[in-house]
C-alpha cells in the first residue's frame, strides 16, 4: 500500500475481494454462461481501470460500460475483451463504436443504419445487441416488435446481432418477483418468434439480482455490478456477507487535530451541533468534495483504534468533525475509517448508504475523484 504523498485520506480497494466476488457469480451461473461485468462509472467509484484488469484476469470474458467515452478508457489501457456499449451512442460517435471495436446496444434502427453505413459490406461485421423492452419502460424496442426489427437489421450490411438483451425493473425485491417472471417470460416469448432465426442469438437479462435471486434469468451471459462491488442488491433484505460477497472498498483518512471544547461550544456551519458537555473534538480532512455526503451530518460514525465515534456538526467541503471524548487513544494522525474494516469494527457501504438514505450504489458513485485510489495487490 502507498498511500499519496501529501493526501491524508484514501481508498484502498480490494482486488482479491473483487476477484472473490466475481467467482461467486461465476459459481451461480455455471461454466456455459458468459461474465459481463458492468464497469461503466468508473467501475461504479473504484477506478475502472483497476477493476477491469483484476476482473479480467479473474475470468471475466466481456464488459459493459455506458458510454463511449468510458470504453476509451479501457482501450486505451489495452483491455482487448469484448465491450458493450449499455446506453449505445448518439449521432457522430460511430467512427468510435468502429474504431474501438465496441459492441453497441441497440433500441432505435436510425443508430443500426448509421453505423452500418459506416461500416459497409467489406469489413468484418459489428456485433450488436439488441434490446427489447420487456417491462422497465426505460429503453429498448417494445418486445412485440422484435419480428419486425430483426428483419430490418439483419437487411443492413456491416452489423451482426449478436445478442436480444433487456433489463431487469425490480430484482432487488422479493415483492418484484413476478415483475421479473413476467419480464423472462416477455423475453422468452419474443425469442420465440424469431423461429429458427433464435438459434444464432444470445440472450441477456440479469443484472446482480437476478443472478442471485433468480437463477432462470441467467440464459448466456449476465451482467453484474453491485454484487462485484461488494453490496447486496437486495440490501435491507439481504446484505453482502448473506451473499457470499466480501466487501472491496476502504475509506481511510486521518485525524488532522483534536481540540477540548467545554459544553455549549457550537461546531462548525450554521451552529447545528453545540456540545451537551466537555469534548474532544477530531477534525478530519474529508468532506463533500471528497463524496463524504452533507447528508451524512448527524447520523454516520466514523472507527478510530477500532471504537465508533458519531459525526458532529455539518460537513463542509473538506473537513469534518468528529467527537473522540470516549476514545482517548485517538490522536493527531490517528488512522480514521470512513468505510471498512477497522480491528473488530466494520461499516459497510450498506450502512452508509442507510446514513444517505439511498443505495449503495450511489455511495460508491459518489466517491470523489480527488480521493486517490490505492490497490492491493499492488498494480504492476
Ligand atoms: C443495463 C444494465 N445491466 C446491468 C446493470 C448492473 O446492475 P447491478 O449493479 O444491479 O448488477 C446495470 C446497472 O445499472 C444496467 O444498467
Known amino acids: ?27 451461480q451461473v455455471g461454466a456455459d454462461c458468459a461474465l459481463y461485468p458492468v464497469v461503466k462509472a468508473d467501475a461504479y467509484g473504484l477506478g475502472a481501470v483497476a477493476v477491469t484488469r483484476a476482473l479480467r484476469t479473474a475470468g471475466a470474458q466481456g464488459f459493459c ?29 460511430e467512427h468510435q463504436v468502429i474504431a474501438m471495436e465496441l459492441e453497441p446496444v441497440i433500441f432505435d ?12 459490406s467489406a469489413a468484418p461485421a459489428i456485433p ?59 423475453l422468452h416469448q419474443a425469442i420465440a418468434q424469431l423461429g429458427p432465426r433464435a438459434t ?10 437476478g443472478l442471485l435471486g433468480h437463477p ?9 455490478g453491485i454484487m462485484l462491488y461488494g453490496a447486496s442488491p437486495f440490501y435491507p433484505h439481504s446484505n453482502f456477507a448473506a451473499e457470499g460477497l466480501r466487501p ?12 477540548q471544547v467545554t459544553a455549549g461550544t457550537a461546531l462548525g456551519y450554521g451552529h447545528e451541533f453545540v456540545t451537551p458537555r466537555a469534548a474532544r473534538i477530531a477534525l478530519l480532512p474529508v468532506g463533500y468534495a471528497d463524496g463524504y455526503a452533507r447528508m451524512l451530518k448527524g447520523r454516520a460514525q466514523i472507527l478510530t483504534h477500532g471504537q465508533r465515534a458519531p459525526v458532529v456538526g455539518r460537513i463542509s467541503m473538506d473537513l469534518t468533525l ?16 470512513l468505510l471498512g474494516a477497522e480491528g473488530d469494527g466494520f461499516i459497510g457501504v450498506e450502512e452508509m448508504a442507510d446514513w444517505m438514505e439511498t443505495i449503495p450504489y450511489e455511495v460508491l458513485c459518489r466517491l470523489g475523484a480527488r480521493v486517490p485510489r490505492h490497490y492491493t495487490p499492488d498494480l504492476p
Open 1 to 27: 500500500m502507498r498511500p499519496s504523498p501529501g493526501r491524508p485520506t484514501w481508498l484502498e480497494i480490494d482486488l482479491n475481494a473483487l476477484a472473490h466476488n466475481l467467482g461467486v457469480a461465476r459459481q
Open 65 to 93: 460500460v455506458a458510454m463511449a467515452e468510458e470504453a476509451h478508457k479501457l482501450r486505451a489501457n489495452g483491455i482487448d475483451l469484448p465491450i458493450v456499449l449499455l446506453s449505445g451512442f448518439i449521432p457522430g460517435l
Open 109 to 120: 434502427l436510425e443508430a443500426a443504419r448509421r453505423l452500418s453505413q459506416l461500416r459497409g
Open 128 to 186: 450488436v445487441h439488441v434490446k427489447i423492452d420487456t417491462g422497465m419502460g426505460r429503453v429498448g424496442f417494445p418486445a412485440r416488435d422484435l419480428c419486425a426489427v430483426m428483419a430490418q437489421l439483419d437487411a443492413l450490411p456491416g452489423i451482426r446481432v449478436d445478442s436480444i438483451v433487456s433489463h431487469l425493473a425490480w430484482s432487488d425485491e422479493a415483492a418484484g418477483a413476478e415483475t421479473t417472471r413476467q419480464q423472462l417470460h416477455r
Open 200 to 209: 444464432s442469438l444470445r440472450r441477456s437479462l440479469a443484472n446482480s439480482g
Open 216 to 224: 432462470a434469468t441467467r440464459l448466456d451471459w449476465v451482467r453484474p
Open 248 to 259: 472491496v472498498v476502504r475509506w481511510v483518512t486521518h485525524i488532522l487535530s483534536i481540540r
Open 322 to 337: 468528529v467527537d473522540v471524548t470516549d476514545i482517548p487513544a485517538a490522536k493527531t494522525g490517528s488512522r480514521v475509517t
